[in-house]
């Protein structure tokens, strides 16, 4: 289903992430609460309504506990059975009340279709529109014996229900399409300036900071 890199150790963790990106976009959810956990992290839980997600989502889950199972001699040198790899791991997509939890980080820049900034987004969070989430998969983690995936943010969309913002089909696809076109742009010069400051450090032949950019600046592109 979704193939996966051998681990990697960071920090006091280890990781595997998708070989391609594997990005998903969840309709008409609802914003549960938003949990600020640094000056740049928050955590968003939200709740799956439409009934393709949930089981996407769940599939996901299952197939992330077979890859652990499937690989957990190669990466690991323990005698974990099959159920105890079962029981040490943590759900991220909760079936029993349809919950998810996502990871929204400043430094990935995520868009915030319809809310001015993050803070728009906590304030009206609660607004009853239709929303739209686009998330990405960042990897399996494997920390203290117990493993979990994680999502990261990539798009919120709000989408309003007051039909007289939009007089036709026409301007709704003019909006539709200016607003992609100001993403390609910011994406663009993004993507313009990262490649100038690795540039520099390629100048600079700062092994180091190369080390230390490389997943960062991977994951953002």
């Not at 652990?68 to 790899?85: A, G, S, T």
């Not at 990935?108 to 990405?136: A, H, M, R, S």
């Amino acid at each position: 289903m979704i193939p996966f890199n051998a681990i990697i150790k960071r920090n006091d963790f280890y990781i595997s992430t998708p070989i391609d990106d594997y990005v998903l976009t969840l309709t008409n959810i609802d914003i549960i609460n938003i949990i600020q956990n640094s000056a740049k992290k928050y955590v968003i839980i939200v709740k799956i309504n439409e009934n393709n997600d949930k089981k996407i989502l769940s599939k996901i889950e299952r197939f992330s506990q077979d890859v652990v199972i499937n690989n957990n001699n190669k990466w690991f040198k323990n005698n974990l059975e099959y159920q105890d790899i079962i029981d040490n791991y943590l759900p991220c997509f909760n079936e029993q009340n349809n919950t998810l939890e996502i990871v929204l980080h400043k430094d990935y820049f995520p868009t915030l279709d319809g809310y001015v900034n993050i803070e728009d987004l906590i304030k009206n969070q609660k607004t009853n529109c239709l929303k739209n989430i686009t998330v990405k998969l960042i990897g399996i983690y494997i920390k203290n014996n117990s493993f979990y995936i994680r999502w990261l943010v990539r798009n919120v969309e709000k989408i309003e229900n007051d039909t007289n913002e939009l007089e036709n089909i026409d301007e709704l696809f003019d909006t539709k399409y200016e607003r992609l076109v100001g993403k390609i742009d910011d994406k663009i010069k993004f993507l313009k300036n990262t490649k100038l400051d690795l540039k520099k450090i390629y100048d600079s032949k700062d092994f180091e900071a190369l080390l230390k950019s490389f997943y960062l600046i991977l994951d953002k592109i």
